[in-house]
């Protein structure tokens, strides 16, 4: 039985992939490196998100990529995907816990959530450095949280990663920053374009 569900930020409950490509094309265009177009993006973006940005710029440092990816989207306002606020509202109502677990900077993250009008419905808004398989597992425990009774939801193929590494379910939405060829091959307990999904798993 679910009673728990985790979720990540970008892409999942947010609508930020094109900012998000456009923010590491900023990266790129502060690095003098060509840019990809958006379909390249989304498959060749791999979490932790450093191994995507290394291969096209090797030299580039965490602390540069924060700078400059961050300077880009501080002031930038993306709307939350469709359906987000009315599910989580019934999800909260049905006794469900919920959480966020995001790479986002906290900064960012805050800002973030706090301009979308949902931090209440979460009992943590959690920033990880960049690795979930390492911070998913720890924010279980702190939590309470037992991996069987609960959900991870995410738009990518390391999320799904991160929940089977947890021993959670994993729900993977394809509206965000991965190709769907990539998500499919990570072989999500669930895949959907829309988050209304979760009300029919946890029924």
């Known amino acids: 039985m679910i009673k728990n569900i985790i979720f990540d930020w970008s892409g999942t409950l947010l609508n930020e992939s094109e900012i998000g490509y456009e923010a590491t094309m900023y990266v790129f265009d502060k690095c003098n490196t060509p840019r990809i177009s958006f379909e390249e993006y989304k498959d060749e973006f791999v979490q932790p998100f450093m191994k995507f940005f290394n291969k096209f710029i090797p030299w580039l440092t965490i602390e540069e990529e924060t700078k400059y990816f961050n300077d880009y989207r501080r002031f930038k306002k993306p709307e939350l995907h469709a359906n987000v606020k009315s599910t989580l509202e019934k999800l909260k109502n049905k006794g469900i816990k919920l959480a966020i677990l995001s790479v986002n900077t906290d900064e960012i993250l805050n800002i973030q959530v706090d301009y979308t009008g949902i931090r209440d419905f979460f009992l943590a808004v ?18 309470g949280f037992l991996p069987d009774e609960t959900i991870f939801v995410g738009d990518t193929d390391h999320d799904v990663e991160a929940a089977k590494h947890a021993g959670t379910t994993s729900l993977a939405l394809s509206w965000g920053t991965r190709s769907i060829k990539a998500i499919k091959a990570s072989n999500p307990d669930f895949l959907s374009d829309n988050i209304l999904t979760l009300l029919d798993i946890i029924d």
């Open 126 to 143: 959690r920033s990880c450095e960049e690795d979930k398989l390492e911070a998913l597992p720890p924010l279980l425990k702190e939590l």
